[in-house]
Structure formats: C-alpha cells, structure tokens
C-alpha cells in the first residue's frame, strides 16, 4: 500500500527518485519512458502521468507530467519535491523569438525572463531565474554531439503564461531585440522553484515554430492537416533532446 500519497500525482513514497524529468504533454511522458529501461507506469490521475525508469547504466529517474503552464506545473514540482526529488530537468519544447531559431532547433536556457506570476510564491522578482550550471552543461554538450551546431542554441528563454498574447500588449519585438532566444510556459517557475530550495533545475526545448511570420503553433483548417509537432524536423529534435537528457543523467551520475 502506498503511503504519503501526493494529492494530485498521487505519486507516493519510492514513487520518485533524486532525478526527475518533467514534460507538460502527458502523451510524451510514456513516448519518453519508452526509451530507458524497464519503464513502468506509477500513477495515473487528473491528466497527470508519472513513470520510473531507468538509463542504460542504471540510474534511476523518475518521468512526470505536468500539463501546460505554470500554475499545473507548481503543483507538480511541489509534490514530487515532497517525496525527495533533487535534479528536476524540464523536457518541453518552445516557440523561437530570435528568428533564426526555428522548427527543429533546440534551445538550452541559461535562464529565463519571469513573465509569470507563479515564481513569485518563492520569490521576488528580482530573483533571476537560472538553470544550474553543471545541468545546463551536460544538456548543451550532449544535444550538441547529436545535431548540427547551427541546430543547437543557449541563452536566454521567456517563460510567460500566457499563449495567445493580446497585441496590445505583445511585447514580441523588444524581446527579440533583446536577443531572447524562445519562448515557453515553465522554466522559469522550475528554475526559480529549485534554486530556492536548493535543488537542481535545467530544460533542454526543441523549437516547434517561431513567432515571427506567424509560424508557431496556431488553428488548423481542418483535422486532416498536421500539427506542428508532426513536422519530421521536431520529431527528430525531441527524439534527440530524449538521448541527450539521458546521456547528461548518465554522464554526472557516473562521475
């Protein structure tokens, strides 16, 4: 019988390991466990769905769902910081703003603009939100064995938790002035939310469009038409964000 069961993963105790990877599309969670070893389902609830594993030189982790955004995403993190979590690496994909990151690429933040309110339960804004060095390395080195280096991005990601932004208040043009990279709807909330509480945070994004020209992910004509994350390009990249995470994980734990 599983004791100290979390209210919302239900994830409970041995149910998660010191390495987390969480995703905000529950469909990828069992996509991604696929490629470890002897994953397992652990809980299912709510939309929100956790698996363990293990990499190919045996180290545990532990893979979880979060849905969209920050506010699902606080609730995740907290649960599976709860039952001892220590590394939470963010597995996601994003929007490019520079316009040279595009369908395919992939982006490793070395921090992230806090346009969202769901950090400031940790602390003010002020605080920079950062992904901790040595993760942020092992994540950019190994995606960078794997793709072309003009494929591979670092620096500076927004998180927002808004998606259809209202234009008058679209700020797309000054952050793309300021060299932001992408765009997405949770690192900074993981990055803030660990530093915080002395944990390890990073996000290794595959880029499913850019908001210049209006290429980011948006209406179909029709449910005959392809999404974005059906483009051969992005497939690739997050089949390749999967290897590389589980060759960083494998890389500091074998130290």
Not at 204 to 230: P, R
Request: charged share 25%.
């Amino acid at each position: 019988m599983k004791t100290r069961v979390q209210p919302h993963l239900r994830v409970g105790e041995g149910d998660v390991e010191e390495v987390v990877i969480i995703t905000g599309n529950p469909d990828r969670v069992p996509k991604i466990a696929s490629k470890f070893r002897d994953p397992e389902e652990r809980a299912r609830y709510r939309g929100l769905v956790t698996y363990h594993a293990y990499t190919p030189k045996g180290n545990p982790v532990t893979i979880s769902g979060t849905g969209m955004g920050v506010a699902s995403t606080h609730i995740c993190i907290e649960e599976l910081a709860n039952l001892d979590a220590k590394v939470i690496l963010r597995l996601g994909s994003c929007g490019g703003i520079d316009p040279t990151v595009v369908t395919g690429d992939v982006v490793v933040p070395t921090g992230c603009i806090r346009d969202e309110r769901a950090s400031l339960n940790y602390a003010p804004i002020e605080y920079p939100a950062v992904a901790s060095p040595h993760w942020f390395s092992a994540l950019h080195h190994e995606i960078s064995k794997l793709l072309p280096s003009d494929r591979v991005y670092s620096g500076i990601c927004l998180t927002t938790d808004i998606y259809y932004a209202n234009p008058i208040y679209d700020k797309l043009d000054l952050w793309t002035r300021a060299k932001v990279k992408c765009v997405e709807m949770e690192s900074s909330l993981v990055f803030t939310f660990a530093q915080t509480r002395g944990l390890d945070a990073a996000s290794i994004l595959s880029c499913d469009g850019n908001l210049h020209g209006g290429a980011q992910k948006g209406e179909q004509k029709d449910e005959s038409e392809k999404t974005g994350e059906q483009d051969p390009l992005i497939i690739e990249a997050i089949e390749k964000t999967i290897q590389a995470t589980i060759a960083a994980i494998d890389h500091i734990y074998d130290k």
